[in-house]
């Protein structure tokens, strides 16, 4: 299988973060949050993602400050916390989180998609006319 270029990953990271957000907002929880400012630790940790694509990523930092400023954060935390000796089991698991926050997109998208085209049908069904999306 491939390596995905960067333009993949980042776009990978954006519909990671845009997930995670809504899913936040949907059960009614903040941010993650280290004396009022946003923590990208955490939120790497829960998407999946390297640290750093929050802060270099311009869409995911767009996102995290919007975030941020609905829920009165001051911003986003800049903070380096000690990384772990690597003896390349992280990276795999990097990359395999990667991937399942890849494959929830595409299957959040699929299902989308699934719901307009039974949307479309039904109303096929029911009238006998066609119905340009």
């Known amino acids: 299988m491939a390596e995905q270029s960067g333009q993949e990953k980042g776009k ?3 519909i990671a ?3 995670y957000l809504q899913g936040l907002r949907a059960e009614g929880k903040g941010l993650p ?3 009022g400012k946003v923590s990208a630790s955490a939120i790497a ?3 999946g993602m390297d640290r750093q694509s929050l802060y ?3 869409h995911c930092r767009a996102l995290l400050e919007l975030a941020a400023q609905e829920m009165g954060l001051a911003g986003i935390e800049a903070r380096d916390v ?3 000796k690597d003896d390349g089991k992280d990276q795999r698991i990097q990359a395999l989180e990667a991937k399942v ?3 929830t997109a ?3 998208g699929l299902r989308r998609q699934l719901a307009q085209f039974n949307h479309i049908e039904a109303h096929l069904v029911a009238t006998g006319r066609r119905v340009i999306p």
């Open 33 to 35: 949050s280290r004396n």
């Open 45 to 47: 940790l829960a998407t």
């Open 56 to 58: 270099k990523n311009p």
């Open 82 to 84: 000690p990384q772990a």
């Open 101 to 103: 926050a890849s494959l």
């Open 12 to 14: 990978g990271n954006v």
């Open 17 to 19: 973060l845009e997930i």
């Open 106 to 108: 595409e299957v959040h």
